[in-house]
């Protein structure tokens, strides 16, 4: 699945956004996987190292921001509270904090 949301400025913007309003309670405010909120006994991934076990292309990070991680599902999927832009703004700002 290719991303058809073009990394820019406004979409990594848009993505921090919509990350501290949906992300940050689990992921961190820093997406390093350390939010005050998570479920007791989750590891929440650290989304800015440099190797994501859930997937490494955009569309991979996608579906699972949409349907949630498996295979126990701690991470619930965002699909009924996010549109497909928002989600994609969140891969773009992703990647922009991810290490190279």
């Known amino acids: 699945m ?4 073009a990394s820019s400025p406004e979409s990594i913007k848009a993505g921090a956004a919509a990350f501290q309003k949906n992300c940050r309670f689990c992921h ?3 997406a390093k996987g350390d939010g005050p ?7 929440p991934s650290n989304l ?6 859930r997937g490494s292309t955009d569309g991979e990070i996608f579906l699972v921001i949409q349907n949630g991680a498996g295979p ?8 009924s509270k996010m549109t497909d832009p928002e989600i ?8 922009s904090v991810q290490a190279k």
């Open 37 to 43: 909120m998570a479920p007791k006994d989750t590891h």
């Open 88 to 95: 994609w703004n969140i891969v773009n700002y992703l990647r």
């Open 72 to 79: 126990k599902f701690e991470m619930k999927g965002y699909k």
């Open 48 to 53: 800015t190292d440099d190797k994501w076990d």
């Open 2 to 5: 290719k991303n058809p949301v």
């Open 28 to 30: 961190g405010a820093d």
